[in-house]
């Protein structure tokens, strides 16, 4: 559906109005006739008809294009209220500005934002609506800082709010107790795995230095054996030089 025509202020030229609900045109589309529609006005139209409503002319939804550029610009010049108009609202402005301002417009209705209520009201009462909600929490006026709803003043007891504070702390801390001490016995564990990985490392490195250090004796003993057995041969041969 477009934009009711008599909301314009105006003329309004009979091309920037859709061909189907005769309102002007809302997110418009072009067929290749260059009949104009509002999308969602030609695709309900498509979903029963193969043809352009004016000339009869064969269309498809992927023939449908956006609306020419100078028809979209005398469009969004057009001006028109707002849709709060009947609440008050005297603003007049372009359609191609009307949606932000009627995001903004003090005389929109609005839904309270406490939880529970279902009111609506405009914008601009909102903050009188908040003040007497029934549905609006406050902090309690003993002192034990629970947000509580008006309607259930007479119900609210502190020490039963309180004690149900206090056992929820009790039960995050105790969460949190638990989660440490599974991530410090975790961290332990892989330290430990860490230390033993460590020490047969070392132990296989001092096997292998005591096997290198039994090599070496064994080698300095052969060494030693075969200098004893070289300073025998020499005495001896000194001993035959003598003798000769």
């Not at 309900?44 to 498809?60: A, F, I, K, M």
């Not at 105790?174 to 599974?182: Q, V």
């Not at 961290?187 to 990985?197: D, G």
């Amino acid at each position: 559906m477009g934009y009711d025509i008599e909301r314009f202020v105006g003329y309004v030229n009979e091309g920037l109005l859709c061909s189907i609900c005769r309102d002007v045109l809302e997110d418009p589309l072009q067929a290749p006739c260059e009949h104009a529609f509002c999308t969602a006005c030609i695709h309900g139209w498509l979903v029963h008809h193969s043809n352009c409503p004016e000339d009869r002319q064969t269309v498809d939804v992927s023939l449908l294009r956006p609306l020419y550029r100078y028809m979209k610009n005398d469009l969004n010049r057009l001006q028109l209220h707002c849709k709060n108009r009947e609440h008050g609202c005297v603003m007049v402005c372009s359609l191609e500005s009307i949606e932000r301002h009627e995001r903004e417009c003090e005389y929109s209705q609005i839904p309270c934002s406490n939880a529970g209520c279902t009111v609506q009201v405009e914008r601009r009462n909102l903050d009188g609506h908040l003040a007497v909600c029934e549905y609006r929490s406050l902090e309690c006026p003993n002192g034990c800082g629970t947000l509580i709803l008006s309607a259930e003043d007479t119900q609210h007891n502190c020490i039963a709010e309180l004690r149900t504070e206090l056992e929820l702390v009790r039960s995050v801390m105790i969460c949190r107790l638990e989660e440490a001490k599974h991530e410090m016995e975790s961290r332990l564990e892989s330290q430990r795995r860490y230390m033993v990985q460590k020490e047969g490392i070392l132990q296989n490195e001092i096997e292998e230095l005591k096997s290198q250090m039994s090599r070496v004796m064994s080698d300095v003993c052969s060494l030693m054996a075969a200098e004893r057995q070289h300073r025998q041969e020499l005495e001896q041969a000194e001993l035959e030089k003598q003798e000769l």
